[in-house]
């Protein structure tokens, strides 16, 4: 085993290069950090932001627990580089609710009970928020198929589709 | 995944000139496939050259009738565009019966052209794998490979090529536009992607020190009779056992021009010259569709644990060129199969 560790390790090591400096506008906030190139944009949240309501589930864009908006557009931010998105505004789980009111989607998830462990949840919603600004989805039907990239093992699909179905309603095609 | 560097390529020139002084170095653009294969240890480069932020995310009409798709056109986009929703509807429903729309968001169409197989082997660096390390061996061919090919196999790679997209660009012939140091050259698109002989680690003919910078279609986009008809072991989120493209030009229920192509039986997109004769100039039925399947799966050899893809790609090109004939094409939302 020891033999099979060392002949994975380079000839030529790359020597550890400089952090980036990158600048993003999180859930509204202009924020600057500093992050190795291999930083992804999952762990610039959880690890270096403190914004842990962005979950990481398989890190491998399988299930859609790290779901983010990035410029509005639902991503995976584990298969995403931090220092690729300099530049961009990206909106979090903790980023959707405003003042005093919870964002409709969240409401919709608690009148329809659309969980039962949580884990996936920030990234469910996430994911059906971009789903709503995309505005394709119409029948449960496409709901199901555009809500694919989110795998909830709790099994609460059926009220995750009725609660995007009452969000879709209240929110008019806006994220 | 191993430390790397990190540079911006400023326009493609440069992008070029920064892969010619790196051979370990690797384009960057949506990154849902490399950055999961290095995450895995399976790609090991020492520096990604980001191109994400190069002018390529355009579609544009060309002289010839056709389209021209920027190269960093995200696959959720170009599936929705319009002009390819109106004229080229078969890769509109392929693109969307692949992924998931968080990575159709960030994939890119060169990035589509260029991902590597899903073969379980490739992926586990415990174990032997000719594509991965060359002369190490393929474990799929007596291991687990109920996901392999079945057409164009070699004793070195029963790996499949995983995309949705490229199957209908397979059959839509389209071409791809590419980069080096040399200027510019136009591949064909069955030509882009290569069977594995005895060099499986080269999944296509773009050189090293290349970069796709486009995808053409031509004209004709077989808007009206066309389906993508794609069987996987889950409704959605899944790769292809089987997929196919069928596009079909009809006079008065006779086939005028017919394209076919496979997806998830080998090493690329499959297309098979005598089995679109077949379908040329003749009645478009059952019988005729049949004849051009067997014509197809002539060849066609299943390993322990994926025989029966033989049998269901017969079928599933039947249905497919039927749906086609029908102007029915699949859904890929509403997933009953008619």
Known sequence: MAQASKAKRSKNPVPLPDKFSVAMTIN?????????????????LRDHLDLTGT?????????????????????????????????????TI????????????????????????????????CSAAGLIAEGKAK????????????????????????????????????? | MINFQYARANDVADAVRQIATDPTA??????????????????????????????????????DGGLRIGALMPNSDLAWHPLIEQRYPLLSSAILAGASQQLRNMASTGGNLLQRTRCFYFYDTATPCNKRKPGSGCSAIDGINRISAILGTSEACIATH??????????????VHVAGPNGERVIAFNDFHRLPGNTPQLDTNLQPNEIVIAVELPAQGFAKN???????????????LISVAAALELEDGTIRQARLALGGVAHKPWRDAAAEAALRGQLANRATFTHAADLLLRDAKGFAHNAFKVELARRSIVRALTQAAQATPQSQSDKKIR
């Open chain 2, 26 to 63: 690797k384009f960057i653009a949506g990154g849902t496939n490399l950055i999961d294969l290095m995450k895995e240890d399976v790609e090991r480069p020492s520096r990604l050259i980001d191109i994400s932020r190069l002018p390529l995310k355009s579609v544009e009409e060309t002289a």
């Open chain 2, 162 to 175: 995983p995309s949705d997209m490229c199957v209908a660009l397979a059959a839509l012939e389209a071409s």
């Open chain 2, 226 to 240: 066309y389906s993508y008809l794609k069987i996987r072991d889950r409704l959605s989120y899944a790769f292809a």
């Open chain 1, 55 to 91: 979950k990481k589930g398989c890190d491998h864009g399988q299930c859609g627990a790290c779901t983010v908006l990035v410029d509005g557009r639902r991503i995976n931010s584990c298969l995403t580089l931090a220092v690729m998105k300099d530049g961009a505004s990206v909106t």
């Open chain 1, 28 to 44: 509204g906030v202009e924020t600057k950090l500093a992050v190795a190139p291999w930083t992804t944009l999952l762990d610039a």
């Open chain 1, 94 to 125: 903790e980023g959707l609710a405003t003042e005093g009111a919870l964002h409709p989607l969240q409401q919709a998830f608690i009148d329809h009970d659309a969980f039962q462990c949580g884990y996936c949840t920030p990234g469910q919603i």
């Open chain 1, 139 to 175: 029948s449960a039907d496409e709901i199901r198929e555009l809500m694919s990239g989110n795998i909830c093992r709790c099994g609460a699909y059926p009220n995750i589709v009725a609660a995007i179905q009452q969000a879709m309603g209240k929110m008019d095609g806006k994220p």
